[in-house]
């Protein structure tokens, strides 16, 4: 057989529609060459009648899809190969080891999908052509392969026990899904009769492949019954908001009956004498630690799109591994490290299997802490996971720039939520230079902390700009020549007169975080203007309080602090007191400075009015658990408020805090369809602006600007952020 020639695919003829599949020969030797050939297939139309997906998913012929991490360069570079068709074609060591892994793993030739071969990544429009396609490629899968690298001493003891721990033999699970979906067709009337004869074929299929010893085979080709009926309930379907939720149906168990399983007798018989904590730990270890395969952003729709178990790692299925790990959680009290993260998965899984799909937004939300190699991938990997309709702003396209991608998925959020906050927040450093200043650098979305508006865009507590939505242009969700442009409508209040200094952080202070910004603040507000004795005074007894909270805060021992030191209680209490006694001017001066410290909160989900704050000053001075939560709260808001922000005082001595890059000159505005002021800048030309970032102005967190501008008090105008 020659070999001197390298692979050289031919091109689909309809890559919006076609697949290739990797046909993966057997060998007994392990060390031999891969060897194997790429086939053309058809994917089920997504949003065709239901009898043309039906026909062409049995016409699929069944494949495993591998989800892998490439890894990162040298790990990423073609250093092994495997040969198609005759042909030499280059693969990375991981990949290598994967497919070395499954050819051993099966008694016969069985197809894969695998991207980094049944996709030409040296051509951009395929791969643009392709990524709608992901989320079918791993629906249809037999089953999910997650690849995350070879067999060790702890993979093998994982799977070991917690195989016998949520063990069922393999009759009985064929006799339990094919009951379930037997059940299913004959509830379905006209259309289960029709479906009868390919369950029973089907069926018979399995007992031939279970026989030849092909186990996993066997029981793959049932679950392809499993996808067939999911056809029939619209699962990939684009229509979302009109198909009934699988949840009713019964074909796959939820999330809450995986969070209160446990094991019967005979499977706690099998795991006698295994200390489950320590085997939760190790699994713990296997999947999160040794490996970066949770950390990559293609990895989560991979799974996510799966069928409920049907996604396999370390021989487990993932609703196995799930189970056990709730159990242990549950029953041995152990908090197990990466649990959330593992949750989020399957909260995930389950919503897109049932039919209620997460927004993008959400979702790029959720994938905060993944990483991918190529930028471009932060927005196109999430694409097949959310119920926002594909459009032309969200179209994948390799070919355009990441500033381009990035400012057309802001875009689509803007106008699907006919809403502005996902401009806001996100001013980290290391923002791509080329990125327009309103658009998020979608690389490091919602790691910024104590941003007023959420980036899931949940739970908003501030009306900045009312009920009043952002206004869409004549035809939105279409490209535009200038993507760098966006068109708002303002209301402006003012400009930043004074700026408060940068704190300077010092590792041995023992008022670290909030105190040193407060000191900042109070200095740059005493500064600012003439005060009166009692105003001077209520400044003042704000800093106090602060400075009596950050003990308090930086306390190991923070219940013995209050309750079982009297000289540090009856101090605070005496400056508590103190509130009480200011006059009126003076108290709406401690009490606009303090809330502005505390960007009107006491959590990142509840405001903080002046009344509420008064009381909480009172409480937080008694010294039982509801007081000491209630510092504790108070305490972590102070600290968000602060947190990369300066005081800020307008022309008209509004009293405020800004973005970290906040100067003075820079414009405060209300624009329609935002929750929360922000600050512009004034860029070259007329009427253009940069985003410089959101900001908190007491006066106006409550639709007063437009109030203003409804009473002929204020005006608004377009402008351009550029």
């Known amino acids: 057989m020659s070999t001197a020639y390298t692979y050289g695919y031919e091109p689909l003829q309809d890559p919006c529609q076609q697949i290739r599949l990797l046909t993966l020969n057997s060998s007994l030797d392990n060390g031999s060459v891969l060897t194997g050939s790429l086939s053309v297939h058809t994917i089920p139309p997504r949003n065709a009648s239901r009898t043309t997906r039906l026909s062409k998913h049995i016409r699929l012929p069944g494949y495993f899809a591998v989800s892998y991490v490439w890894g990162t360069a040298p790990d990423r570079n073609p250093t092994h190969e495997i040969i198609l068709n005759n042909r030499r074609f280059s693969i990375a060591a991981n990949l290598h080891a994967a497919l070395q892994f499954y050819r051993a793993s099966y008694v016969t030739t069985y197809r894969f999908w695998v991207d980094a071969i049944c996709i030409n990544q040296a051509n951009d429009q395929e791969k643009s052509a392709q990524i709608p396609l992901m989320r079918d490629i791993y629906h249809f899968a037999i089953s999910v392969l997650a690849w995350l690298g070879g067999e060790t001493a702890g993979t093998l003891r994982v799977a070991e026990c917690f195989g016998n721990l949520t063990q069922i033999s393999l009759d009985r699970k064929l006799e339990q899904a094919t009951t379930k979906l037997g059940k299913l067709a004959t509830e379905n009337g006209n259309q289960g009769r029709k479906k009868q004869p390919l369950g029973k074929r089907i069926r018979t299929e399995s007992e031939k492949l279970l026989t030849k010893g092909a186990i996993k085979g066997g029981l793959a080709t049932l679950r392809g019954l499993q996808i067939g009926f999911d056809l029939w309930v619209n699962a990939l379907s684009d229509d979302v908001e009109n198909h009934k939720p699988q949840q009713e149906l019964g074909v796959w168990v939820n999330l809450e009956e995986i969070k209160s399983w446990s094991p019967d007798k005979r499977q706690l018989k099998l795991v006698e004498g295994e200390d489950l904590v320590e085997m939760a730990k190790l699994l713990d270890h296997e999947l999160f630690a040794r490996t970066k395969y949770f950390s990559r952003m293609w990895t989560l729709q991979e799974i996510c799109v799966a069928p409920r178990g049907n996604a396999d790692f370390f021989g487990l299925d993932i609703s196995d591994i799930a189970c056990s790990l709730y159990y242990i959680q549950r029953t041995y009290g152990y908090s197990i490290p990466h649990m959330e993260q593992f949750n989020i998965l399957l909260e995930i899984n389950e919503r897109f299997n049932i039919g209620r799909r997460e927004s993008l937004r959400v979702l790029l939300a959720l994938s905060a802490n993944r990483e991918s190699a190529n930028p471009k991938d932060r927005i196109y990997a999430l694409l097949g996971l959310m119920r926002d309709k594909l459009n032309p702003l969200l179209q994948p396209d390799y070919t355009k ?7 057309n998925a802001t875009r689509h959020l803007i106008y699907s939520e006919k809403c502005l906050d996902v401009i806001c927040g996100h001013r980290v450093k290391g923002k791509f230079s080329e990125l327009a200043s309103w658009v998020p650098d979608f690389r490091y979305f919602a790691f910024e902390t104590g941003a007023l508006i959420q980036a899931s865009g949940e739970n908003i507590i501030y009306h900045a700009s009312g009920d009043e939505p952002y206004a869409l242009p004549e035809d939105p969700f279409q490209l535009v020549p200038e993507y760098s442009s966006l ?49 001077l005074a209520a400044i003042k007894l704000v ?34 007191a103190g509130v009480h006694e200011l006059g009126e001017n003076a108290l709406d001066i401690f009490l606009k400075y303090f809330l502005t410290l505390l960007c009107g909160r006491i959590t990142t989900t509840s405001r903080c009015k002046a009344d509420e704050l008064l009381q909480h000053l009172l409480r937080m001075c008694v010294p039982d658990q509801d007081g000491i939560e209630l510092l504790k709260k108070l305490c972590s808001s102070l600290d968000s408020g602060t947190q990369g922000r300066h005081l800020i005082i307008s022309e008209a001595m509004e009293i405020g805090s800004g973005p970290e890059d906040v100067r003075e000159g ?29 900001c908190y102005l007491q006066s106006v967190m409550d639709g007063e600007a437009l109030r203003m501008r409804d009473e002929g008090k204020a005006t608004a105008h377009d402008l351009m952020l550029i």
Not at 498 to 503: G, I, L, P, Q, R
Not at 516 to 529: D, F, G, N, V, Y
Not at 564 to 576: C, D, F, M
């Open 543 to 576: 800093s106090d309080l602060a400075g009596k909270y950050a003990d308090f805060y930086q306390d190991s021992h923070q219940e013995e602090l209050w309750a079982n030191k009297a000289v540090a209680l009856q101090t605070l209490r005496t400056s508590t």
């Open 401 to 407: 720039s990441v500033a381009e991608i990035y400012a």
């Open 487 to 535: 068109k708002v409508t303002g209301i402006p209040l003012g400009t930043v007169f004074t700026v408060s200094d940068v704190s300077a952080t010092n590792e041995d202070s023992e008022t670290e975080g909030f105190m040193l910004s407060e000191a900042q603040w109070s200095k740059m507000l005493i500064q600012a203007r003439e005060w009166r004795p009692e105003e």
């Open 666 to 694: 820079d414009q405060i505005y209300v624009l329609t369809g935002c929750s929360v002021p922000v600050i512009l800048r004034k860029a070259e030309r007329d009427n253009e602006f940069q985003l410089v970032g959101e």
